[in-house]
């Protein structure tokens, strides 16, 4: 899982270590978690942020 952030000024890699252990407790470590700074965000068609952008390919789908 990737998890974008626009850091605050002050943010350190102390900052992204706390947020992938938090989230990782919460997943009983079922899922990597990477913390990506970035400077902005994307918005949708409508200008909206977009929270969660979900994009899994076939290969990640269980069989039938």
Not at 34 to 42: P, Q
């Amino acid at each position: 899982m990737r998890l974008l952030v626009v850091p605050a000024s002050g943010f350190t890699d102390a900052d992204a270590d706390a947020i992938r252990a938090e989230i990782g407790d919460k997943l009983s470590g079922h899922v990597d978690i990477d913390v990506i700074r970035t400077d902005e965000l994307a918005l949708t068609a409508r200008g909206k942020g977009l929270f969660i952008e979900q994009l899994i390919t076939d290969s990640a789908q269980e069989p039938s």
